[in-house]
Structure formats: C-alpha cells, structure tokens
C-alpha cells in the first residue's frame, strides 16, 4: 500500500495580501491564487451546496453502486469528500489538496485527508480507484501538466473504474447577447484569463473532452450545464423577453430560482476570490482598480436583464475493462435547453 507521511509544515505557511491569507507556496510556485483562509473554507462550502442544488443532491454520477476507494482530486473544505465518505461507509474515501485546511474533528472514520502538490506525478498505485473525483482543478493544475494529470488519474483507476470532472469555465456568457465587450463581466472574464497565463489554462475545461479520450478513456459522456449569476426571471428556461425592472426572484421554478439566489451570493464573492491576487500581482493593477471592477462585474451579474452565467463542464469517463454494473446507467445532468443563437455564439 502507498504510504502516508506527515505534513510538510511549507504547506502550512501563509501570506497576507489585502487582509487575506495566501498558501506561501501555492502563490511562489504559481499553482494556486486563491485564499486559503477561514472566509475561503466558507466559499468552497458555500459551492459545494451550490453543485448540489445544480446536481440534485447527486454526489456520484457513474455507475458505481459499491465503490471500495475514491479519490477526490482538490478536496478543499473536504465537503464532498465528508458526504461521499458518510454516503458510502464501507468506502476508503481520500481527499487530497495543496493547503491544509482547518477540518471538523468528527470527520467519518473511512476519510482520509493528504496534503500533495497534483502537479507533481501521483505516487499511488496503478489500479487502485473505483472512482477519481476532479472538481475546479482549473485553477490549480499547470497549463503544460493536464495531459500528464488525466494520465495519471487513467493510471491509478481500476479496469472498469471511472473519472468525474466538474469545471467552471470563468468566461461570463450572456443567454440572450446584452453582454459585450465593454461591460465589466466581460473585462473580468478576459482578464483573469490572462492573469493566470502562462502558469494556468483557463479554457481547459472546453477541452476535457477531448483530453479524457487522448489518454484512453470510453465511454466519454460530456454536459455544459448553465450556472446564473443571479435568479434569472422566469426561470433557466424562460423567455428573452424581461425588461430591466423584473424582480430576479420571479423564477416560476422554486429550485430554479434557489439555484439563481444561491449562486448569487457565491459569485459576489467568487468574482473577487479569484482575481485579488493574479490582478494585482500579474496585471499590475491597483487594488483600487480591480475593486471598482469587482463591484462593477458584481452589478452587472445582479441584473437580471442579462442572463448571465458561467459555463459548467461536467465529465464522466471510464478506464477499459473491468466489468460493467448493466442495471446502473450514470447520473448526468441534463443538457440545458438551447436559448436561440446567443448560447450558439458562446465566447471563448
């Protein structure tokens, strides 16, 4: 078996910038540009009841009735890790990430927590995982690493086993065009693309497709699930018709409109999360230009008018052989309903 060691105290070490704390290695290695402090560990819980709303409380979405061991890939807060680990006691669940976050003590005893760098070559065992959990790596895995890091999710799955991949492509879209280039969501969007350049790709989400079946994988199942901003009125499948003075609760679908309000709040903070260190440090901006930007963006996401959204990219994929569960089909949620020839004119 692979063996654990304790946790090197560099991982421990943190940095202040504008009143919040940055992994010292993390920012220095350029692998992650985020806080990893206690408002941080409430955002990434926060998300994670976001994809639950979005996913209907589905954790797992292939076809894995008995899983023995899971891997989740960028564990963060651990709350999917905690769930999955509860779901599934007779599982050995792993969550590993870069930083160390502070953990509840009465975490289930089949969790197990590791600090690693997944940049660096996985060190565990070729056929070991049912399932290798990937969520938000976009903005943790190297640009020149994602080719190398799905081979080695290939490696460490079991004959049979399976990948999940959740990625939020960070390019805000407008569902019926009103976002242009000029508006603050939109200078955003390009910005912080270019801000985690050279050291991250941005767009690799839209390639996971394709890079999940240059490693190897079958069985390659891909959705583009939409992410508002904020409630958009009447719903995700509403008309294009609302003015600018509709109420952004006036979803007619309750959980429509829960995930609406819910990733509202999410983005206001996700929007300044993201950028406070790459901005400043990478695009040379003042703090006092990336927050009137911040507060812009945020404006414009509020309105519903635009219907905005993030882009999701969700991705299961299976290693060949093994044997197959035939009385399972894989939870993949449903692909959104076209909304004419804005979401055809997607940026990228």
């Known amino acids: 078996d692979f063996q654990t060691v304790p946790v090197d105290e560099t991982y421990r070490d943190v940095i202040l910038h504008h009143n919040r704390e940055y992994q010292r290695y993390a920012v220095e290695h350029g692998v992650y540009f985020s806080p990893v402090d206690d408002d941080e560990i409430e955002y990434l819980q926060y998300i994670h009841g976001l994809f639950n709303l979005v996913f209907d409380s589905r954790l797992v979405f292939p076809p894995i009735p008995r899983p023995r061991r899971i891997l989740d890939c960028g564990s963060g807060s651990a709350s999917w890790a905690i769930e999955v ?4 006691p007779d599982c050995e669940v792993i969550g590993l990430d870069i930083y160390p976050y502070p953990m509840p003590e009465d975490l ?21 995982f049912d399932l290798v959990h ?46 242009t280039d000029n508006h603050a969501l939109q200078v955003w ?3 912080y693309m270019r801000s985690v350049e050279p050291y991250k790709n941005a767009r690799a989400p839209l390639r996971l497709h394709q890079m999940l079946t240059e490693v190897g994988f079958v069985e390659v199942e891909t959705r583009l699930v939409t992410l508002p901003l904020c409630g958009w009125p009447n719903g995700l499948l509403g008309s294009s018709s609302e003015t600018l003075n509709t109420p952004s609760n006036a979803s007619v679908d309750p959980r429509e409109r829960n995930i609406g309000e819910a990733s509202r709040h999410i983005v206001h903070r996700m929007l300044s999360s993201l950028c406070a260190w790459p901005f400043t440090h990478h695009l040379d901006m003042s703090q006092t230009d990336v927050q009137l930007l911040v507060a812009q963006a945020r404006s414009e996401a509020d309105n519903p008018a635009h219907k905005a959204y993030f882009p999701v990219y969700v991705c299961i994929a299976r290693k060949p052989g093994g044997s197959r ?12 309903r076209e909304h004419g020839e804005a979401r055809k004119r997607a940026r990228h």
């Open 108 to 128: 289930p005893g089949n969790l197990e927590l590791q600090i690693d760098d997944l940049n660096n070559p996985s060190t565990f065992p070729s056929n070991h």
């Open 134 to 179: 990937s969520r938000l790596m976009a903005g943790g895995i190297h640009a020149d690493r994602w080719v190398n890091y799905l081979t080695d999710v290939f490696r460490i799955l079991r004959p049979g086993g399976w990948c999940q991949m959740v990625e939020i492509y960070f390019n805000a879209q407008s569902d019926n065009g009103t976002l």
């Open 85 to 88: 680990a509860e779901k599934h």
């Open 325 to 336: 569960q035939p009385s399972y089909t894989p939870y993949v949620p449903p692909k959104d």
């Open 189 to 191: 969007s390009q910005s």
